[in-house]
């Protein structure tokens, strides 16, 4: 049984060239291991039904999705700065000791220590993704 990696990476990259690039790098560094993508339709339903049903969609991710993977690689923004919800993805697995990676926008891939860093706040980083009107800001 292959184990499964969560794959978290802010929404403003989903159906992107960057996303398919990584998605593409990070399964021929983990070939052993069956990538978990939260941008699936399964996913935002998910979401969508726990947010509407608990208030919190987040709670879709932390208390279905990333008990079913056995550790975690994530994508800051291109600053470094990481959004409140891949900290807190990130985080889930830090907490349980099972092993977390770091991916940058050009693919390289490192082990990572969340200990240093401080996330942006829910409303820095709703900032980075988008605009006031709803639009989807670029990464």
């Known amino acids: 049984m292959l184990k499964r990696l969560y794959f978290g990476h ?5 159906n992107t060239d960057l996303e398919s690039e990584l ?6 560094v983990f070939p052993d291991w069956e990538i978990e993508n939260p941008n699936q ?5 998910g979401y969508a039904h726990w947010n509407k049903t608990t208030g919190n969609g987040m709670n879709y991710f932390t208390e279905r999705v ?10 800051p923004f291109r600053d470094g700065s990481w959004g409140t919800g891949v900290f807190k993805e990130a985080k889930f697995y830090t907490d349980k000791r099972q092993p ?3 991916i940058v926008h050009d693919g ?11 996330p942006l706040t829910i409303e820095e980083t709703r900032i980075r ?11």
């Not at 339709?41 to 339903?45: I, L, P, S, V, Y």
């Not at 390289?108 to 401080?118: G, H, V």
């Not at 993704?129 to 990464?139: D, H």
């Open 10 to 14: 802010p929404i403003n990259t989903y």
């Open 23 to 28: 998605l593409r790098r990070i399964s021929r």
């Open 41 to 45: 339709k399964c996913h935002q339903e």
């Open 66 to 75: 990333l008990p079913s993977c056995h550790g975690g690689i994530f994508l």
């Open 100 to 102: 977390i990676w770091v």
């Open 108 to 118: 390289n891939i490192m082990p990572f220590d969340l200990s240093a860093i401080q």
């Open 129 to 139: 993704i988008r605009t006031a009107s709803g639009e989807t800001v670029p990464y």
